[in-house]
């Protein structure tokens, strides 16, 4: 089992630049996460989905932040344009509902 | 709202010295606490939560709800402890967690 898996690892992008990261949950997990966690602080949630519906977006930046997850599985968090405080870790983490939820390695994002 | 404090950025304890990682919350309901841990160049994995009352790796936990606290122990710390360390909380049900902002423990041999 390769668990939550998120690409790329690393991404170095000019400021005004599109962004977009993707996220393979664990097989069967039914809710998916995105977590932002800037530099010396916790992961905080951008957005949960449940299956394909987003059911807790309120944290997502909506002026330059979309998330999708279309067929309930995997799911890709975009930024465009970028801005030089998105730097940060992005991660994805999944969950069988209620149940321990699983983070992927994340995706650092440094924005010059 | 939910919030989750861990005072410390940096523990430094010396091999075999007793630990202790403090972690306060602020929840009106009945939460359910968790610590992660986070080893250099490894993802955030689940040590351990409140409702299984479990011991892992040698470290335990204890829910104290009048003093909101869920502080992570360890008697005797080992130079593979090192790693960061984060208090987390969450509201019954399919919720999302709540992060404090870490505590980095060093063990120095």
């Not at chain 2, 950025?9 to 939460?31: D, W």
């Amino acid at each position: 089992e390769a668990g939550v898996v998120q690409s790329p690892r690393y991404k170095i992008i000019e400021k005004k630049q599109p962004v977009a990261f993707w996220c393979n949950p664990i097989s069967g997990h039914n809710t998916l996460y995105w977590y932002l966690q800037n530099l010396g602080q916790g992961p905080e949630l951008l957005i949960r989905y449940e299956n394909e519906e987003a059911v807790d977006d309120s944290q997502l930046p909506k002026d330059r932040f979309s998330a999708e997850r279309l067929k309930g599985v995997d799911s890709t968090l975009k930024i465009q344009p970028a801005e030089l405080g998105d730097s940060a870790v992005y991660l994805c983490a999944s969950s069988a509902g209620q149940y321990e939820q699983f983070f992927g390695p994340g995706t650092r994002l440094t924005v010059l | 709202a939910q919030r989750v404090t861990q005072p410390e950025k940096l523990l430094s304890v010396f091999k075999g010295a007793p630990v202790e990682l403090k972690c306060n919350y602020s929840y009106s309901g009945s939460p359910e606490l968790f610590w992660y841990v986070q080893y250099s160049r490894q993802r955030l994995q689940l040590l351990l939560r409140h409702i299984s009352r479990e011991s892992i790796k040698g470290f335990t936990a204890d829910l104290n709800k009048g003093e909101t606290s869920f502080h992570l122990k360890k008697p005797f710390a080992q130079e593979e402890d090192s790693a960061m360390y984060y208090c987390a909380l969450k509201r019954p049900g399919n919720t999302p967690l709540v992060f404090g902002k870490g505590t980095r423990l060093s063990v120095i041999a």
